[in-house]
Nanobody
C-alpha cells in the first residue's frame, strides 16, 4: 500500500485555525474508517478523530467542538479543520485507517505548533 501523505500543518497562534489534508491511495482509503492521529513530544500517538466511509464521526473529548473531520471519497482525501487551537494541540499529526491494520504504513505526518 502507498503510504498516506499529510499536509497543512504550521505554526499558529492560540485561537487560530489550520486545515490539514491527507491524500491516500484508493486501496488504502476505500471503505475504511479514516482517522487523524497525533503524537506530542514524549507521548504516544493517539487517535483524535475518525470518520467512517458513510460519514459517521468520532471525536476525542479534548477536541470535540473545535475540530471537524471530513472526507472526499472521490478524491481519496480526508481533512481536519482545526479551530480554536491551543498549545496542547501541538503535535505531529498523521492520518491512517482506524483501527490501523498491521500492513499499513505511516506517512511523514505534518507538524502543528501552537506556542504558549
Amino acid at each position: 500500500q502507498v503510504q498516506p501523505v499529510e499536509s497543512g500543518g504550521g505554526l499558529v497562534q492560540p485561537g487560530g485555525s489550520l486545515r490539514l489534508s491527507c491524500a491516500a491511495s484508493a486501496s488504502f482509503f476505500r471503505i475504511n474508517t479514516m482517522g487523524w492521529y497525533r503524537q506530542a513530544p514524549g507521548k504516544e500517538r493517539e487517535l483524535v478523530v475518525s470518520v467512517t466511509s458513510g460519514g459517521r464521526t468520532y471525536y476525542t473529548d479534548s477536541v470535540r467542538g473545535r475540530f471537524t473531520i471530513s472526507r472526499d471519497n472521490a478524491k481519496n482525501t480526508v481533512y481536519l479543520q482545526m479551530n480554536s487551537l491551543k498549545p496542547e494541540d501541538t503535535a505531529a499529526y498523521y492520518c491512517n485507517t482506524a483501527p490501523v491494520y498491521s500492513s499499513n504504513t505511516w506517512g511523514p505526518g505534518t507538524q502543528v505548533t501552537v506556542p504558549s
